[in-house]
């Protein structure tokens, strides 16, 4: 298969897995079945506890175990609070499709040592589930965003979204998924470059079209550059 055919796949024959049945999973599942997709959504128990959830707030997505989420999706959705990321089971994600919503709160998350170690939060999850082809999107636009700010394409307020990944294949997978969610995709390169979007940043904290967001991505390659250039 092509990078161009995993860009241009077609929703109603691509099946999403969502661990995590919060507001950001929940948000991501509503906006995927209004683009068309088949939905799976799993928290750490019984689907039969989430059911009712699902049901109420992404009618239409299905509650399934988490191991049935990783095995029958095409592109599985981290959408659990950070500090969790080493419940994630590497045996399931090897090999999978992985993207990475997931944001770092202290007041949520505690205190993460290893986080400080870690070039960016993806890579610090990457470390866990080695064997995941990990990307990162989403993390930067709202829950109730996703609803509110979504455009068909070509429309002149369109927002656009950054995504980042080490893996080709994956990164056009989740181009794509941006678009058909009604945002305009940015390749922002290597997983590392997802820093650029992470809370704290004018990434995070604004709304950009096309142009903006890659002015905003240039912006942060030139300061991270000029850290790295010895005093003269």
Known sequence: MSIQTFRRHDPATTTIGILGAGKVGTGVAR??????????????????DISLIISVM??????????????????VVLSVPLH??????????AGKHVLDTMNYWRDTNGDMPELEDA?????????HVPGARLAKSLNHIGYHELELDARPAGAADRRALAVTSDDDETRALVLGFVEHLGFDA???????????????????????????????????AAGEELELTPAQ
């Open 58 to 75: 992404a009618p239409g997505a299905i509650a399934v175990t988490a191991e049935d989420a990783m095995s029958d999706a095409d592109l």
């Open 84 to 93: 969790k990321f080493r419940t994630l089971d590497p045996a399931g994600l």
């Open 186 to 220: 940015v390749d922002a390169g290597s997983l590392a470059k997802g820093a650029a979007f992470e809370p704290g940043t004018p990434i995070f904290t604004g709304s950009y079209d096309e142009p903006g967001l890659q002015a905003e991505l240039r912006v942060h």
């Open 119 to 127: 070039p960016s939060s993806s890579e610090m999850v990457h470390s």
């Open 31 to 48: 906006q995927a079945l209004q683009a068309g997709y088949r939905v799976l959504v799993a928290a750490s128990g019984d689907p039969k």
